[in-house]
């Protein structure tokens, strides 16, 4: 009977507010019009009835429940809880393939999946001839990590089609949710391989067909038809390819990766650019010998050369003196790995990073030198050095960042502008679209590491950011 009385007086209300000044009137309007939507259960407005601001205010998340899913999809895992290691085309990555496309198939969207196994769901606009607004990430993690790398963006971009379901709200531009085939470059070596694909590499799509291995020699065609993937003999899969403008933009949710907002008390990070990566492979050959037998003096040791690289790559990285410019040697291997044995090979992958692309360039000129350097001193021989790949930065478009910096401020939500050191899917996609990324804080600014820790609050407020931004940039 109260429920009635409310909704009777809903009504009387918006009556009224046809004789009220034209601001009160809007007010009056939309809290009956919520005030019927209560009642009835459903919806009453068309998209675009009410601005933007009005939409802020009905987008509610699901934060337990998203947890829940994040927790879920953790275990899928070869490494045990709280660690997630999730490689691509293993058991237990098309296991949790299978579970975001059900989660796609329940939130209504169109499931379809590409020659490598980029997952596409659709939820259908109302003019779906228009090129659709997109969001995605990667859930493929690198071994004992933690369980929001990617999957933020990935079962929030879920969440955030399950949020304007929820608030009525229909969109003129389709929207497509992208899980992207490894962005880690765990098995194969080759990072973000499904976003490059997308992009239209045709380097990439010749090398994964004749020439990609895994550390166990295992070509990737093999590894991709074992999971279901590349069952066409004869695809050379440029069918993966996308032209550029297929989408009208693209935006990608994700965890911080760094201390900044966390530390500065804000909530969302407004990704203006990305940096420029590049990864190095570098091979030293020496002699090897009993390490008792072999005296100091006659030693010819690949080890040391490598050792004494890795030192030339802080020296050179820090010689840039600016805080962007990063490098790691993140793999060094020894042969025959004997503690009594000489290193007579070693075997070193170098990442390095910078917003600025020559400056970069300069750090990977100065590691080569250094390398030819330190294998004369040595008296080794440098037997490759190779230049994997060496991206170029992408910025993210103009609309974008505007239209994330509205989605914030209207609701209520503290963001800076800030550029993003790791890089993404995105980097790519920014070759086919307009790009954005909304960044959340992440506990300590911890990565790559069981630690990773984002509250279901700041998952929530991203879900709500992507959410309005997406439906901006659908009704454009």
Not at 145 to 161: F, M, P, Q, R, T
Not at 232 to 250: I, R
Not at 364 to 384: G, Y
Request: with cysteine; hydrophobic share 40%.
């Amino acid at each position: 009977m109260e429920s009635l009385k409310r909704f009777l007086c809903s009504i009387a209300l918006l009556l009224i507010s046809l004789l009220l000044p034209s601001s009160l009137a809007q007010q009056q309007q939309h809290e009956s019009i919520r005030t019927m939507e209560d009642f009835s259960g459903y919806p009453i407005h068309e998209p675009g009835q009410f601005g933007s601001i009005n939409l802020a205010s009905s987008l509610s998340v699901d934060a337990p429940g998203l947890q829940n899913q994040i927790d879920e999809l953790s275990s899928f895992s070869d490494a045990p809880s709280p660690s997630v290691t999730r490689v691509l085309y293993t058991d237990k990555d098309v296991s949790a393939r299978r579970y975001v496309k059900n989660l796609m198939a329940l939130a209504g969207l169109t499931v379809r999946e590409d020659a490598v196994g980029n997952i596409f769901g659709k939820w259908d606009g109302l003019e779906p001839n228009l090129p659709a607004v997109a969001t995605g990430s990667h859930i493929d993690a690198i071994p004992y990590s933690g369980k929001y790398d990617g999957v933020v963006g990935v079962l929030g971009a879920i969440e955030a089609i399950n949020v304007l379901k929820r608030s009525g709200f229909k969109p003129k531009r389709s929207l497509e949710i992208i899980l992207f085939t490894s962005e880690e470059p765990t098995r194969f070596g080759i990072s973000c391989l499904g976003s490059r694909l997308l992009a239209g590499s045709k380097e990439l799509a010749e090398a994964l067909k004749t020439t990609v291995v895994d550390g166990q020699n295992v070509s990737f065609i093999e590894a991709a038809r074992s999971a279901g993937y590349a069952e066409d003999k004869d695809d050379d899969l440029s069918s993966v390819f996308l032209k550029k403008g297929s989408y009208f933009a693209f935006l990608e949710l994700h965890i911080e990766q760094g201390p900044i907002l966390e530390d500065e008390g804000l909530d969302i990070g407004v990704v203006t650019a990305i940096a420029a990566p590049a990864s190095l492979k570098v091979e030293f050959e020496g002699n090897g010998g009993h390490a008792g037998a072999v005296l100091m003096p006659y030693r010819n040791d690949a080890g040391l050369a490598a050792a004494e690289l890795a030192l030339a790559v802080e020296k050179h990285v820090l010689e840039s003196e600016s805080i962007d410019t990063v490098g790691t040697v993140g793999i060094l291997e020894l042969h025959p790995g004997a503690i009594n044995s000489i290193p007579s090979k070693s075997h070193l992958e170098i990442d390095t990073r910078d917003i600025d692309e020559a400056r970069r360039n300069t750090v990977i000129k100065k590691i080569q030198e250094s390398a030819n350097t330190i294998a004369k001193k040595r008296k080794v021989k440098l037997s490759e050095f190779k230049i994997v790949n060496q991206d170029p930065p992408a910025l993210s478009d103009k609309l974008v960042i505007k239209k994330m910096a509205e989605a914030a401020t209207e609701l209520n939500l503290s963001h800076k502008m800030m550029i993003s050191r790791a890089y993404h899917d995105s980097l790519f996609m920014a070759r086919i679209s307009p790009m954005g990324m909304i960044f959340i804080p992440c506990y300590k600014g911890y990565s790559h590491k069981p630690e990773e820790y984002s509250s279901p609050e700041d998952m929530a407020n991203g879900v709500k950011v992507l959410s309005l931004t997406l439906a901006k940039l659908s009704l454009d």
